[in-house]
T-cell receptor, first 114, second 112 residues
Framework: KNQVEQSPQSLIILEGKNCTLQCNYTVSPFSNLRWYKQDTGRGPVSLTIMTFSENTKSNGRYTATLDADTKQSSLHITASQLSDSASYICVVSARGSTLGRLYFGRGTQLTVWP | DTEVTQTPKHLVMGMTNKKSLKCEQHMGHRAMYWYKQKAKKPPELMFVYSYEKLSINESVPSRFSPECPNSSLLNLHLHALQPEDSALYLC???????????FGPGTRLTVL
């Protein structure tokens, strides 16, 4: 069964600190993995996309890693800011899958305190 | 233009009302999607249009009726909804040859 699991479910950190969010997946055959940021009541915004051959990808203070062998990904946020408070969703697509068929994790709710 | 826009931002309707949600994109994407998202849950796919034709209907109740009048527009017509249909409705679009979906800001729907 194709699944995406994220941990932790929620996380509270102080402004300026770093944090790492985890994503494990069983989607097969794997095509790509994305991390989205979703503010409350808003649509998800793509942060990074990684294919099978990519191990690391950065977007400003966000760095995603992918281990396709262990089917794990992480999202590292450096020097957190109050505006980083949001839900971070890991989304995986399968190669050759039906158009639009994405597998969503339940998200990690990150709260950054001043 | 790299945006997907949705109107209205908020909608409150009674169970006997008829209303419509609108979605628009000008990125030349030929695949468009409707999702429903409940609080603290991931988005659930409802419909997919590819080249203005409905290609996926995830067994959505007939009180939700999608329409794709042209390649830039996607509507979701609502009729006789139930309170449990209250949710954030997200529209997304993608180029058919990639599966990177760009999401709109959503419409927050409340059914009384």
């Amino acid at each position: 069964k194709n699944q995406v699991e994220q941990s932790p479910q929620s996380l509270i950190i102080l402004e300026g600190k770093n944090c790492t969010l985890q994503c494990n997946y069983t989607v097969s055959p794997f095509s790509n993995l994305r991390w989205y940021k979703q503010d409350t009541g808003r649509g998800p915004v793509s942060l990074t996309i990684m294919t099978f051959s990519e191990n690391t990808k950065s977007n400003g203070r966000y760095t995603a890693t992918l281990d396709a062998d262990t089917k794990q990904s992480s999202l590292h946020i450096t020097a957190s800011q109050l505006s980083d408070s949001a839900s971070y969703i890991c989304v995986v697509s399968a190669r050759g899958s039906t158009l639009g068929r994405l597998y969503f994790g339940r998200g990690t709710q990150l709260t950054v305190w001043p | 233009d790299t945006e997907v826009t949705q109107t209205p931002k908020h909608l409150v309707m009674g169970m006997t009302n008829k209303k419509s949600l609108k979605c628009e994109q000008h990125m030349g994407h030929r695949a468009m999607y409707w999702y429903k998202q409940k609080a603290k849950k991931p988005p659930e796919l409802m419909f997919v249009y590819s080249y203005e034709k409905l290609s996926i209907n995830e067994s959505v109740p007939s009180r939700f009726s999608p329409e794709c009048p042209n390649s830039s527009l996607l509507n979701l017509h609502l009729h006789a909804l139930q309170p449990e249909d209250s949710a954030l409705y997200l529209c997304a679009s993608s180029h058919p040859r990639t599966d990177t979906q760009y999401f709109g800001p959503g419409t927050r729907l409340t059914v009384l």
